[in-house]
C-alpha cells in the first residue's frame, strides 16, 4: 500500500528555515518521482518543485528557486524539501504527491498524495 506523510510544518520568521520530510511506503523511490505541492488559502494548489527517480532531474518553481533544495534518501524512502529565507508568501500546506519515473508540471498526473504539512512565515 502506497502511503506518503508529510513532516517538518510549523511556524517560522521571515527569513528562516525549516526542512519537510516526506515519508514513502509501499513503494521505491528508484521507480517513482516525487513532487511538492502548496495550497495557501484561497488559492489553487501549486507545484513547488520535483524530483524525479531514473535521471535524478531536479525542477523548481520560479518563486523558490535559489530558497529551496529538494533531495532524497532512497535507503530511508524519504524526500527532503529544505527551505530557506522563508517569506510570508512561502505560506501554506505543504504536500508531496508521486507519480512514475519522471516529474510532471500535470498536478493530476500524480497519483498518491500525503495529508500536507502546515508551513506558517510570519512575525
Known amino acids: 500500500q502506497v502511503q506518503l506523510v508529510e513532516s517538518g510544518g510549523g511556524l517560522v520568521q521571515p527569513g528562516g528555515s525549516l526542512r519537510l520530510s516526506c515519508a514513502a511506503s509501499g513503494f521505491s523511490l528508484e521507480d517513482y518521482a516525487i513532487g511538492w505541492f502548496r495550497q495557501a488559502p484561497g488559492k489553487e494548489r501549486e507545484g513547488v518543485s520535483c524530483?524525479?527517480?531514473?535521471?535524478?532531474?531536479?525542477y523548481y518553481t520560479d518563486s523558490v528557486k535559489g530558497r529551496f533544495t529538494v533531495s532524497r534518501d532512497n535507503a530511508k524512502i524519504t524526500v527532503y524539501l529544505q527551505m530557506t529565507d522563508l517569506k510570508p508568501e512561502d505560506t501554506a500546506v505543504y504536500y508531496c504527491?508521486?507519480?512514475?519515473?519522471?516529474?510532471?508540471?500535470?498536478?493530476?498526473?500524480?497519483?498518491?498524495w500525503g495529508q500536507g504539512t502546515q508551513v506558517t512565515v510570519s512575525s
Open positions: 504527491a508521486t507519480r512514475g519515473y519522471y516529474c510532471s508540471d500535470r498536478r493530476v498526473s500524480y497519483d498518491y
Open positions: 524530483i524525479s527517480s531514473r535521471d535524478g532531474r531536479i
